[in-house]
């Protein structure tokens, strides 16, 4: 797939070229990356090794105590509770929206562009014009919609943020899928009398799917932001919950005398984006490389 009809289906931009790329290495900045991601797969998965505490209990006596204290790593917040603590719990609900919308995304998109791509003229011409009307809408936007109709929490704002994402995913699988159906190879199968679902499973699938995972990738760390961001307008978890969105949107009311409340989150959101993005950017060279 060229780069252009890449950047056309996805948003996202390439390298300039693949002469130019620097071939797989374990560089620092990934390396760091992995230990990262590591540490919140741990997190999510055995909260109790890192953290002790309950996210969901204080003592008043103890609210806005300072980070970097031997009592609280990264302080407490107005009710007492340990910051810490509702970071370590905030990782699986956080892990989960983003992986949960990014298999909604691409089943369901991988679903549109095969029908787009291998059906009749009219029917890709019908769900390509749905795609583009959704794909000018921004996800954020498209995700409240969705919310509003379905309802607030946090099931609820992972369907709607992987629904949000549904036609990039589309248009990707779209564009792949019309490229591989004009292949010699399929053109091979036909001749030879293979049936269309074997064809459909060995040969147009996979390599219309191929280009998604590390696509998918990459959009785990969008996806977390998104759903952050619905949380933080209060569509997502609901207080008290420990989940990253919600504690940014309580920490705003007390920036003025506890700055950790909105800095340790923010922080811990951006680091979790840019991680989950190296990652992904690295898994895309990667496939780029072996496809070249």
Same mark, same amino acid.
């Given at each position: 797939?060229?780069?252009? *009809?890449?950047?056309?289906?996805?948003?996202?931009?390439?390298?300039?070229?693949?002469?130019?790329? !620097?071939?797989?290495?374990?560089?620092?900045?990934?390396?760091? %990356?992995?230990?990262?991601?590591?540490?919140?797969?741990?997190?999510?998965? *055995?909260?109790?090794?890192?953290?002790?505490?309950? &996210?969901?209990?204080? #003592? %008043?006596?103890?609210?806005?105590?300072?980070?970097?204290?031997?009592?609280? +790593?990264?302080?407490?917040?107005?009710?007492?509770?340990?910051?810490?603590?509702?970071?370590?719990?905030?990782?699986?609900?956080?892990?989960?929206?983003?992986?949960?919308?990014?298999?909604?995304?691409?089943?369901?998109?991988?679903?549109?562009?095969?029908?787009?791509?291998?059906?009749?003229?009219?029917?890709?011409?019908?769900?390509? !014009?749905?795609?583009?009307?959704?794909?000018?809408?921004?996800?954020?936007?498209?995700?409240?919609?969705?919310?509003?109709?379905?309802?607030?929490?946090?099931?609820?704002?992972?369907?709607?943020?992987?629904? *949000?994402?549904?036609?990039?995913? %589309?248009?990707?699988? !779209? *564009?792949?899928?019309?490229?591989?159906?004009?292949?010699?190879?399929? $053109?091979?199968?036909?001749?030879?009398?293979?049936? &269309?679902?074997?064809? +459909?499973?060995?040969?147009?699938?996979? #390599?219309?799917?191929?280009?998604?995972?590390?696509?998918?990738?990459?959009?785990?760390?969008?996806?977390?932001?998104?759903?952050? %961001?619905?949380?933080?307008?209060?569509?997502?978890?609901?207080?008290? @919950? &420990?989940?990253?969105?919600?504690?940014?949107?309580?920490?705003?009311?007390?920036?003025? #005398?506890?700055?950790?409340?909105?800095?340790? &989150?923010?922080?811990?959101?951006?680091?979790?984006?840019?991680?989950?993005?190296?990652?992904?950017?690295?898994?895309?060279? !990667?496939? $780029?490389?072996? @496809?070249?």
């Amino acid at each position: 797939m060229s780069d252009v *009809a890449l950047t056309q289906a996805t948003g996202v931009v390439p390298p300039a070229s693949r002469s130019g790329r !620097r071939r797989a290495g374990w560089r620092p900045g990934l390396v760091l %990356a992995a230990l990262f991601v590591g540490l919140l797969v741990l997190a999510a998965v *055995a909260p109790g090794l890192l953290a002790h505490g309950d &996210p969901l209990e204080g #003592n %008043a006596r103890d609210a806005f105590g300072l980070p970097f204290s031997a009592q609280h +790593l990264l302080g407490t917040d107005e009710n007492g509770r340990d910051v810490w603590t509702r970071l370590i719990h905030g990782a699986r609900p956080s892990l989960l929206m983003g992986v949960g919308a990014t298999l909604v995304g691409v089943i369901f998109g991988v679903g549109l562009g095969l029908a787009a791509g291998l059906g009749q003229k009219w029917l890709d011409t019908v769900l390509m !014009r749905f795609v583009d009307v959704l794909l000018a809408f921004p996800d954020l936007l498209l995700a409240l919609v969705f919310i509003a109709i379905w309802g607030q929490g946090l099931v609820n704002a992972t369907l709607a943020v992987g629904v *949000a994402s549904i036609p990039r995913y %589309a248009r990707l699988v !779209r *564009a792949q899928t019309v490229q591989v159906r004009q292949s010699g190879y399929v $053109e091979a199968a036909r001749t030879l009398g293979w049936h &269309p679902l074997v064809i +459909l499973w060995r040969h147009v699938l996979p #390599n219309a799917v191929r280009p998604v995972l590390p696509l998918a990738t990459i959009g785990i760390g969008a996806k977390i932001a998104l759903g952050a %961001a619905l949380s933080f307008l209060g569509f997502g978890s609901p207080p008290p @919950s &420990p989940e990253w969105g919600a504690m940014l949107a309580l920490g705003r009311n007390f920036m003025s #005398n506890a700055w950790w409340l909105v800095a340790m &989150p923010g922080i811990t959101i951006t680091l979790t984006v840019v991680s989950i993005t190296t990652l992904g950017r690295e898994l895309l060279l !990667r496939s $780029e490389g072996k @496809s070249s």
